[in-house]
């Protein structure tokens, strides 16, 4: 939390590059200096810019955004990203985030197969803390769902609210897809994947404790896929969420991880940016909605 202002005031809310996908790494450097959002999370995935220190460095200066945070290369189609190790992968991002000057590293809990790598994840992850400002926020993941199969939309959704969970599922992730089940130091904590776990959002929250150190914002609906929905648009306790970092001092970074794939034009996509942007300076900074909704160059795109 900021040294000056009201609780939540000082609470920076960060635009993920994966959020204006198909789009590109430079259209979001692009997208939050223009609404307002106050850095980005660089998704270090496929696209040779999102690899490039000196690439990404360039659109620092050029739209005067700051990376606030590194997502490492674990997604399943960023295997080889930086190469096949992920150790070395991991290593690498919390060198990349010293570079840019990002306070975290955000990465996903080992994929099962990946077993050298799961038998030293937790072993690493400190040591790479011990000997760096940057923290290593581990995310929460969410289960491979067999109701996948019977549709994957608003019917998966309302399976998992009468089941009250997802019902039969496998986890690709070692040893658990709740981080909090092998315990870190810091924790990424993810709106979209709580959703589609099914998991008690709140409750996670309260074990991750004063470990919670990232906030991905979106919103979800209970589906057997990872929606990331603009918060506000799905069943999570978002406001509540905020509502608990706030009151707690949280004094790390919200990030906005939603989905625009859908958006038809770019001023479509922007609109859902803005809404997200919205709902965080109400709920974790305390604005009124109509000054939520206002930023000097908003009417650039």
Not at 168 to 190: E, I, K, M, Q, V
Request: overall charge neutral; glycine content about 8%; proline content about 6%.
């Amino acid at each position: 939390m900021g040294e000056h202002g009201p609780p939540g005031r000082g609470i920076k809310v960060g635009l993920s590059t994966a959020s204006v996908y198909p789009q590109n790494t430079e259209a979001a450097f692009r997208y939050a200096a223009e609404i307002g959002y106050d850095g980005v999370e660089l998704m270090v995935w496929a696209e040779p810019a999102s690899q490039s220190l000196a690439t990404v460095q360039s659109y620092v200066r050029k739209y005067d955004v700051p990376v606030l945070a590194v997502h490492a290369p674990c997604l399943l189609i960023s295997q080889r990203v930086w190469g096949s190790d992920p150790i070395a992968k991991l290593e690498r991002s919390v060198h990349t985030a010293e570079a840019l000057g990002a306070s975290s590293v955000v990465v996903h809990p080992p994929f099962r197969w990946q077993r050298r790598y799961a038998d030293g994840f937790a072993e690493q992850v400190a040591e790479l803390e011990e000997h760096s400002p940057v923290i290593v926020a581990v995310e929460n993941m969410f289960p491979m769902r067999a109701d996948t199969l019977f549709g994957r939309g608003a019917n998966s959704a309302k399976r998992l609210e009468r089941r009250g969970g997802p019902g039969w599922g496998l986890t690709a992730f070692s040893p658990s897809y709740d981080p909090t089940d092998t315990g870190f130091r810091h924790y990424t904590l993810d709106l979209s994947h709580t959703a589609t776990a099914g998991t008690d959002t709140l409750a996670l929250a309260t074990r991750m404790g004063s470990g919670l150190a990232h906030l991905h914002l979106a919103d979800g609906r209970g589906a057997a896929h990872d929606e990331h929905l603009v918060p506000g648009e799905g069943t999570q306790p978002c406001a509540e969420v905020c509502a608990m970092l706030v009151r707690s001092g949280f004094s790390g970074h919200a990030v906005a991880e939603i989905n625009t794939q859908n958006a038809r034009t770019t001023a479509e996509r922007a609109a859902m940016l803005r809404r997200t942007l919205a709902f965080a300076r109400v709920h974790l900074n305390g604005l009124a909605p109509a000054a939520a909704t206002t930023h000097p160059r908003a009417d650039l795109i």
